[in-house]
């Protein structure tokens, strides 16, 4: 063998351990990228969500039928579309009218960009016939503490979320006051356990005075309200990590922090006057700032 043969037969030899490399990295990459997306799927929407295999949870369409209504030729498409809800929903881009008509709209909860491209692309590749909820093993993935916390927060919210749509959905918004009244410091402080952390919400405008900010936070809700820390913001107090994310309004909060007049009825209004005869929690208009999330960050 000549020096040319050695050398082509050298370069088509790496070039084909550099094509299995390649192809075996991209592999492992879409396997975890999968669990990944498994995981963000069961944390942050099927708590109001299932999936075909369990028991519909009665106040929101199952994941097989929103993607049968999201029928897409390409991963992009399917992607596309289900953000843009996601990040504004709205009955005009709504592909399931008959939902929202049943359902009630679908909160806006400000879920991450990243967090839905995994999620999309789960959705999209998962034969979701076949699967079900069964805890799988849980993976570990690199997060900032930024990404920890604001996790955490949504977790809690997403289950606050689930359960106030259905207590005004069975209850209407005036019944739904007592659910908050018993039921939302306990659920917040029971997902903290849950979470292995401390989570809960303060505002500058209180309805329950136990959720008033103190002068910390006070000041970081103030760099919220000048669109400052768009994503959250860390701060080390006592020793611990804190994250603090924002907390807005959308369409579905106006029945009770909305304007007192016009947007709240009047047996709301008196249920809110009987229990809560301080609140200031009135007179938002969606999209505002309500308040903030403050989340210890679990150390480990
Ligand atoms: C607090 C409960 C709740 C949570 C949490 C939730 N959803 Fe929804 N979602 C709903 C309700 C109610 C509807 C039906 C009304 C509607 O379509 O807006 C809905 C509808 C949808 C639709 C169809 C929208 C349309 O009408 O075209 C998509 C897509 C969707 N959800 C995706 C998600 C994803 C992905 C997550 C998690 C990242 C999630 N949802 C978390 C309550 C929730
Ligand atoms: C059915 C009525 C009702 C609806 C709808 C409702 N809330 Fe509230 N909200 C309450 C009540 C009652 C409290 C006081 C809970 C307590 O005693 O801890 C409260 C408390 C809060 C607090 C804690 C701070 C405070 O003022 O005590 C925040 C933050 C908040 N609501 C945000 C929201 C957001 C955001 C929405 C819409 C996604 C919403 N609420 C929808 C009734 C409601």
């Known amino acids: 063998m000549n020096r040319n043969h050695l050398s082509f037969l050298i370069i088509i030899s790496s070039l084909s351990i550099l094509i299995k490399c390649s192809a075996g990295e991209q592999n492992e990459y879409e396997g975890k990228n999968k669990v990944l997306g498994k995981q963000l799927f069961s944390s942050n929407c099927e708590t109001c969500h299932n ?8 106040i929101a369409p199952s994941v097989l039928s929103i993607k049968q209504a999201y029928e897409a030729t390409s ?6 579309s289900l953000i843009q809800f996601l990040n504004s929903p709205s009955k005009e881009t709504s592909k399931i009218k008959k939902a929202v008509d049943q359902y009630g709209l679908m909160p806006k909860m400000g879920f991450s960009e990243s967090d839905l491209i995994s999620i999309s692309e789960f959705l999209y590749n998962s034969d979701l016939e076949h699967l079900n909820s069964s805890q799988e093993s849980v993976m570990e993935f690199e997060q900032s503490d930024l990404e920890k916390g604001k996790s955490l927060a949504l977790q809690t919210k997403s289950i606050l979320g689930k359960n106030l749509m259905q207590a005004v959905k069975n209850h209407g918004a005036d019944g739904a006051i007592e659910f908050c009244n018993e ?8 997902m903290g356990t849950k979470l292995h952390s401390s989570v809960k919400r303060v505002t500058d405008k209180p309805r329950n005075a136990n959720n008033m900010a103190n002068k910390n936070e006070l000041e970081i809700l103030k760099s919220f309200q000048l669109e400052q820390n768009k994503h959250g913001i860390i701060k080390t107090i006592e020793g611990k990590k804190i994250g603090y ?4 309004t959308n369409d579905m909060c106006m029945k009770c922090h909305g304007d ?41």
Not at 51 to 58: D, E, R, V, W
Not at 75 to 80: A, D, M, N, P, V
Not at 245 to 248: D, G, V
């Open 75 to 80: 991963l992009e498409e399917f992607q596309e």
């Open 245 to 248: 994310y924002k907390i807005e």
């Open 260 to 300: 007192i007049n016009t947007e709240i009825d009047s047996k709301t209004a008196n249920r809110i006057s009987e229990l809560y005869p301080k609140d200031k929690a009135t007179g938002y208009k969606p999209n505002e700032l309500r308040g903030m999330w403050v989340v210890e960050i679990p150390s480990k």
């Open 183 to 190: 039921k939302a410091i306990v659920l917040t402080d029971s």
């Open 51 to 58: 999936l075909p295999a369990n028991s519909p949870t009665g």
